[in-house]
């Protein structure tokens, strides 16, 4: 087992100051791509898509963001693999430099009365681009800050992970507030949905220019050196030759904890876009709110969920990861239909109220996944075995949400229907909690 100390001196403490802002950053421009995508699904529809049918239109557009999560489980393996081999800093310089280019690039596509279909084919493959390199991410960025990070706070520290994908929601989010009410929808079908997209090239210099400042982590470097001392005795004869089954032998023994945690990362994939990248859509197709209306409850919304994060990472330091990831899923089982009701018919004010106990609940659970997974995991296999349940859960609930959402209501004819979905992916990540060890406040698996 490996210890971390607190940063003592000025420069280590520097050091984690640099290594989490990297981190984030890649995270917040990740999270700011898919809320963007969601925000401007009424007018992406009608750009993208024949308009005789809107509601087609509109499942089209979902569709393809759902389409965009089939490549994940495979980005997770390429990065994680790599990730564990050859070090975390390297992948996470250049799952940036994809994920913000090929983002870059959306913003400069024609739309459908330009170029048929070719328009949503494109779009596609931009998405699948972009999610492929994302894929890394937020892995990643977690496993990183991980292995710098004290024991006896590591959760808060991790939290600027899932804090950055909130402010990645809530800059996405204000963009979209504003583009819908102050410009008329000819000019949002004509250029003012590009411009979300453009942001990320110069987002992803900056990211790539502080990632390459930075060091790899401490607990990799020994790893390293562990091995370079093991090949060097197996050539010498003091050890046997490493097999290539030898090699694997740390994702083998990761298997079973990254079961537990697919089943824990239901409720994080499932809860985050449905709440985050559906509401929106939800308020302006079934309670009839106007795009500005339904962009600012998120907006005002994701404002207070930006205090929620770390207050929740702070308690999961102090009551433990399992209690704290528990009271999320019971609460979402028992509340998720209620809170959904309260949606009908409600103004501005109560509609940010009910978001705010949902987004509320989810904290206990988006703030403390991350430090939970790295904690389940050894130094050898933490990349990828955080980055395969996360992306496997993220295309399993995630990218499926919001299509989930609109086809529960258009089969049942219940607005409320999206509840459901919510509780079933709760019980799953219950499941996932009760079979899973305590982790807070030990060190990192070496």
């Known amino acids: 087992m490996e210890a971390a100390t607190l940063p003592r001196s000025a420069s280590d403490r520097t050091t984690l100051r ?34 005789e049918d809107h509601s087609v239109a509109l499942m089209s557009t979902f569709a393809v963001f759902a389409l965009s999560f089939l490549v994940r489980p495979l980005g997770a393996f390429v990065w994680g693999i790599l990730g564990d081999r050859v070090g ?57 800050i991980a292995e710098y990070a004290p024991d006896r ?53 900056i990211g790539l220019y502080l990632r390459f400042r930075l060091e790899e982590t401490p607990q990799f470097r020994a790893a390293v050196e562990k091995e370079k001392a093991r090949i060097a005795a197996s050539r010498s004869g003091v050890v046997p030759t490493a097999s290539p089954l030898d090699r694997g032998r740390h994702v083998l023994a990761a298997i079973p904890s990254m079961g537990k945690l697919l089943l824990v990362m239901s409720l994080n994939a499932g809860g985050y876009y449905l709440l985050l990248s559906y509401i929106p859509t939800y308020l302006i197709e079934q309670e009839k709110m106007s795009e500005a209306s339904s962009n600012l409850v998120v907006t005002i919304s994701l404002v207070v969920y930006l205090a929620m994060v770390p207050a929740a990472a702070h308690l999961s330091d102090r009551l433990g990861r399992k209690r704290t990831l528990l009271i999320s899923s019971v609460a979402f089982i028992l509340l998720s239909y209620p809170l959904m009701m309260l949606f009908s018919g409600a103004s501005v004010v109560l509609a940010v109220v009910v978001l705010l106990v949902f987004l509320a609940i989810f904290s206990l ?82």
């Open 365 to 446: 659970n988006d703030a403390v996944f991350p430090a939970f997974f790295t904690e389940m995991l050894s130094t050898r296999s933490r990349y990828v075995g955080f980055a395969l349940p996360f992306n496997i859960g993220a295309m399993m609930f995630g990218g499926v949400a919001p299509y989930i959402g609109t086809w529960l209501i258009h089969a049942t004819g219940n607005p409320q229907a999206p509840a459901f979905f919510l509780i079933g992916v709760a019980a799953l990540s219950l499941i996932g909690v009760l079979i899973s060890r305590e982790t807070a406040r030990k060190p990192l698996e070496a």
């Open 153 to 205: 706070n590591r959760g808060l520290l991790i939290s600027v992970v899932p804090l950055g994908s909130a402010i990645g929601f809530l800059a996405a989010s204000i963009m979209a507030t504003v583009f819908y009410a102050v410009l008329p929808p000819e000019s949002m079908q004509a250029w003012g949905w590009r411009i979300p997209f453009l942001v990320a090239g110069p987002v992803g210099l």
């Open 88 to 144: 975390r800093k390297r992948i996470l310089a250049t799952t940036i430099l994809l994920m913000s280019g090929s983002t870059f690039l959306i913003g400069f596509l024609p739309g459908y009365a330009s170029i048929g279909f070719a328009a949503p084919v494109l779009l596609l493959l931009l998405r699948m681009t972009q999610s492929f390199s994302a894929a890394g991410e937020y892995a990643g960025a977690s496993t990183f």
């Open 18 to 51: 640099r290594v989490i802002t990297a981190s984030g950053l890649g995270t917040v421009l990740e999270y700011f791509d898919y809320a963007s995508y969601s925000y401007l699904a009424t007018t992406l529809a009608t750009v993208f898509f024949p308009t």
